[in-house]
């Protein structure tokens, strides 16, 4: 599953709002806005930093290496992907 669909998805089953996560991040140490929250959800923004993605996962309760796969899948070139994938 893409990242954007694991954050997305994540926070609908959660019912919360961008507001609440990104105050709730800020217990981890981790200040975001809600409007980065909302590129991340959508799709319009490449996946987060490690840091934003552990505190995400805890806010939102889910897996964080679920969520660090789906991110390093899509910052990764696809010719390197496919190399890791072949050897």
Same mark, same amino acid.
């Given at each position: 599953?893409? /990242?954007?669909?694991?954050?997305?998805?994540? $926070? =609908?089953? !959660?019912?919360?709002?961008? !507001? /609440? $996560?990104?105050?709730?991040?800020? +217990? /981890?140490?981790?200040?975001?806005?809600?409007? /980065? *929250?909302?590129?991340? !959800? +959508?799709?319009?923004?490449?996946?987060?930093?490690?840091?934003?993605?552990?505190?995400?996962?805890?806010?939102?309760?889910?897996?964080?290496?679920? *969520? !660090?796969?789906? =991110?390093?899948?899509?910052? $990764?070139?696809?010719?390197?992907?496919?190399?890791?994938?072949?050897?």
């Amino acid at each position: 599953m893409s /990242y954007h669909k694991i954050v997305s998805e994540s $926070i =609908a089953e !959660k019912q919360m709002s961008l !507001k /609440y $996560i990104s105050k709730m991040m800020k +217990n /981890y140490g981790v200040v975001v806005d809600p409007s /980065y *929250l909302s590129k991340l !959800k +959508n799709g319009k923004k490449t996946p987060a930093s490690e840091e934003v993605n552990n505190a995400l996962a805890k806010v939102l309760d889910i897996d964080p290496m679920e *969520l !660090k796969v789906a =991110a390093y899948r899509e910052k $990764i070139p696809k010719e390197v992907l496919e190399r890791l994938l072949i050897s």
